[in-house]
């Protein structure tokens, strides 16, 4: 086997393709949970060897160790967690991706990267109804989306109050009140954490879990004057539900709090005529975090940031050094925390040009329009009681007590048709059912309620 020169190059991309095409064939037909523990699949990878190997037969061992092991998450039968699945543009675009191996931080020295992820942010802030000269980042989820969002609103706020976190770091600076929903998601809580900002102060909640405009106008009451974030949430993981966004970024402004959303995988209801209304008001925020590995169905990992005050992202997030020759304010690297990066916006500008605006706003309605076929399928099972009102791509099920949610669960998980979470939710057990794969069709969900009213009997 030739080890050198093109074919070494080209024949290990040709059997990646062929096991690439065998995993996406098999979608359809395979069940979703993997048959092999990741004991099982280390094991199976074998020992670090002495020599050089040739890398088709690296590729082969991989995929052939690998195949029991993997969980059909980009099947239209995985209802778990909100993962997406991988779009076929996306997904060929970010093969290109990896052959194109950018390093793309800087405008300069990686042009293509850099446009097409310009464009991508052009496109997405359109398509979300947000200010058209915000900035958009692309980091590697909602998680360092928030942190990236937050860090931008940490410093704008101490600069207010007179603190230069930059140059003085915050020993010294004045408190930052943070304060969220009482059922925000936890990424909100970590990057906080990351960000030294400590715990949020949680703010009540209606049965759906978003906030309430009354508390939160109280709980402002004592903020007037000091540096305040306020952190409201577009989707709401039980529920789906979207927090009031008009009164409560009007009461978060009037305090002089800076208002970020997390939308990780909410934010896309925006682009869709029929789910806007969900949305409405969310545009006044300071700062909207989502991602692309959920809705969009970019394969992972792909978040997007996007903060209003462009010139308040660039002054955290901005990057300088004398070898970093050519760099202009506004670089790719400038708005997300990382320098050297993959050039994450490609596969999303990807799938949105294979979708359009249409196509977009279809893939979000269709989540919806599943969920609620979900929804009418559960409330047929005896006992089984739909905790949601189910607005957007998320059912929340209770099967009666803890134990009886527990066993379907599990049973659910064995049968292998499909995937669905476990979780607690206001106390209770209950099975999640998140739709956000665009491979979903009504025979997947009629396959996946089948399987699930089977394992209910
Ligand atoms: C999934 C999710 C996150 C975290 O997303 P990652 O991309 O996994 O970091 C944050 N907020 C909400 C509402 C989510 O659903």
């Known amino acids: 086997m030739e080890t050198t020169g093109m074919d070494a190059r080209i024949a290990p991309l040709d059997r990646a393709h062929q096991h690439a095409t065998s995993w996406l064939e098999s979608l359809s037909t395979r069940d979703v949970p993997a048959t092999a523990s990741a004991d099982e699949v280390a094991a199976a990878l074998g020992d670090l060897p002495a020599r050089p190997g040739d890398a088709t037969e690296t590729v082969d061992l991989l995929a052939k160790a690998c195949e029991p092991g993997l969980v059909a998450m980009p099947s239209?039968?995985?209802?778990?967690?909100?993962?997406?699945?991988?779009?076929?543009?996306?997904?060929?675009?970010?093969?290109?991706?990896?052959?194109?191996?950018?390093?793309?931080?800087?405008?300069?020295?990686?042009p293509a990267a850099a446009a097409v992820e310009e464009v991508a942010g052009r496109w997405l802030l359109d398509l979300l109804g947000l200010p058209a000269d915000a900035?958009?980042?692309?980091?590697?989820?909602?998680?360092?989306?928030?942190?990236?969002?937050?860090?931008?609103a940490?410093?704008?706020?101490?600069?207010?109050?007179?603190?230069?976190?930059?140059?003085?770091?915050?020993?010294?600076?004045?408190?930052?009140?943070?304060?969220?929903?009482?059922?925000?998601?936890?990424s909100v809580v970590y990057a906080?954490?990351?960000?030294?900002?400590?715990?949020?102060?949680?703010?009540?909640v209606d049965e759906q879990g978003r906030i309430d405009p009354a508390a939160l106008v109280a709980a402002?009451?004592?903020?007037?004057?000091?540096?305040?974030?306020?952190?409201?949430?577009?989707?709401n993981v039980h529920s789906g539900a979207f927090d009031p966004f008009?009164?409560?970024?009007?009461?978060?402004?009037?305090?002089?709090?800076?208002?970020?959303?997390?939308?990780?995988?909410?934010?896309?209801?925006?682009?869709?005529?029929?789910?806007?209304?969900?949305?409405?008001?969310?545009?006044?925020?300071?700062?909207?975090?989502?991602?692309?590995?959920?809705?969009?169905?970019?394969?992972?990992?792909?978040?997007?940031?996007?903060?209003?005050?462009?010139?308040a992202l660039g002054a955290v997030t901005g990057k300088h050094g004398d070898y970093l020759v050519n760099k202009q304010v506004g670089d790719p690297c400038d708005k997300v925390p990382e320098l050297s990066r993959r050039a994450r916006g490609i596969p999303v500008w990807a799938v949105l040009r294979s979708l359009g605006r249409e196509g977009v706003a279809d893939l979000v309605d269709g989540f919806a329009r599943h969920a609620r076929t979900f929804a009418d399928g559960v409330r047929e099972i005896p006992g089984a009681e739909v905790l949601n009102d189910v607005v957007y791509s998320q059912v929340c099920v209770s099967f009666g007590g803890?134990?009886?949610?527990?066993?379907?669960?599990?049973?659910?998980?064995?049968?292998?048709?499909?995937?669905?979470?476990?979780?607690?939710?206001?106390?209770?057990?209950?099975?999640?059912?998140?739709?956000?794969?665009?491979?979903?069709?009504?025979?997947?969900?009629?396959?996946?309620?089948?399987?699930?009213?089977?394992?209910?009997?």
């Open 246 to 311: 008009g009164p409560a970024i009007a009461a978060a402004h009037e305090a002089g709090a800076w208002v970020h959303v997390d939308g990780a995988f909410g934010l896309f209801a925006a682009a869709s005529p029929t789910l806007r209304h969900l949305t409405e008001g969310y545009a006044a925020a300071d700062s909207w975090t989502t991602d692309a590995h959920k809705t969009l169905n970019v394969p992972y990992d792909c978040g997007i940031a996007i903060v209003r005050d462009a010139e």
């Open 402 to 457: 803890d134990e009886r949610t527990g066993e379907i669960t599990r049973r659910v998980l064995a049968d292998g048709t499909t995937w669905m979470s476990g979780s607690r939710w206001h106390g209770r057990a209950v099975l999640r059912i998140s739709v956000s794969d665009w491979a979903t069709d009504v025979d997947d969900v009629r396959r996946s309620l089948d399987a699930l009213c089977r394992c209910a009997a």
């Open 192 to 204: 906080l954490r990351y960000l030294g900002l400590g715990e949020p102060e949680r703010v009540a």
């Open 154 to 186: 940490r410093d704008t706020v101490l600069r207010r109050a007179g603190h230069d976190v930059g140059r003085d770091g915050l020993t010294g600076a004045p408190r930052v009140r943070v304060l969220m929903g009482e059922e925000g998601h936890e």
């Open 135 to 152: 900035a958009v980042g692309f980091p590697t989820s909602a998680t360092t989306a928030n942190f990236t969002c937050l860090a931008a």
């Open 220 to 235: 402002l009451a004592s903020v007037r004057g000091a540096p305040a974030i306020v952190v409201l949430q577009a989707g």
């Open 76 to 110: 239209g039968r995985f209802f778990g967690f909100v993962i997406g699945g991988t779009h076929p543009a996306a997904l060929a675009a970010d093969w290109l991706v990896s052959a194109w191996d950018q390093n793309d931080g800087i405008r300069f020295a990686t």
